[in-house]
């Protein structure tokens, strides 16, 4: 009886690595994916990670193509559009519903993350960690926490977008202060302030996209019907 049950915390195991995996960038968009390879990367046998590629699938992060192969989704703008869209309007509502007394825990928590937020040798991968904490903490202010989990759930092709923003602005210096101008207006009370400062920052997204497509347009998918072209290796068209 124990055997089936590592087994499937083994699948859960491999699942939540390689979705980590593509959501920082370490597998990239269009990236080409072995089974063979990465159950050998991982030490697990190709099982486990063939059903892990076929959860990412149905998210719609990975790619099949029969007797071509699989692959990273390239980052799919219309996607994009709609996490953002998703999360802006829980975001916006979740300002609108906070209690009149703010929880000084999650305060608390709140200065403490915007001050790590500003150190000089933070990483980019730790600043989006924070990023994430910071907002899933406004969501807790507002007694809204659990709709942060529908939110994680649907902004993969968001996820990578951000990473790639982040990455193209060098510093994430614009963004954190950005979360102390809506941090210093939540705790002010003024909500519509923290609604249109909410609301710029998470559409900056949209600009870093069309910088980013500009430089990089194979990260990007401009035909949700293209098909990678197998000639000496598989590749994108």
Do not use: C
Not at 177 to 190: K, L
């Amino acid at each position: 009886m124990a055997q089936p049950k590592r087994q499937r915390t083994s699948r859960r195991e491999i699942y939540m690595t390689l979705r980590q995996m593509v959501l920082r960038l370490e597998l990239p968009p269009g990236a080409a994916l072995s089974e063979n390879e990465l159950a050998a990367s991982l030490g697990v046998s190709r099982t486990p990670v063939r059903e892990a590629l076929i959860l990412l699938a149905q998210e719609g992060l990975v790619q099949v193509f029969p007797q071509i192969g699989s692959f990273v989704s390239r980052v799919d703008p219309a996607q994009v559009a709609d996490a953002q869209f998703l999360r802006e309007a829980v975001e916006l509502a979740a300002l609108e519903d906070l209690p009149p007394e703010l929880d000084p825990a999650v305060l608390k928590e709140l200065r403490d993350n915007l001050e790590r937020q500003q150190r000089e040798d933070l990483g980019l991968e730790e600043f989006f960690e924070l990023d994430e904490a910071f907002h899933q903490g406004l969501m807790r202010l507002s007694g809204h926490a659990n709709a942060w989990t529908t939110v994680a759930a649907a902004k993969g092709h968001l996820d990578r977008a951000r990473r790639l923003g982040l990455y193209e602005n060098a510093s994430p210096a614009v963004f954190a202060d950005q979360h102390r101008e809506i941090f210093d207006a939540v705790v002010a009370g003024d909500v519509t302030p923290a609604r249109r400062a909410m609301r710029a920052h998470l559409r900056a997204v949209f600009s870093d996209i069309e910088r980013i497509r500009a430089r990089s347009p194979e990260l990007f998918a401009t035909d949700p019907s293209a098909v990678p072209v197998r000639r000496n290796v598989v590749v994108w068209e």
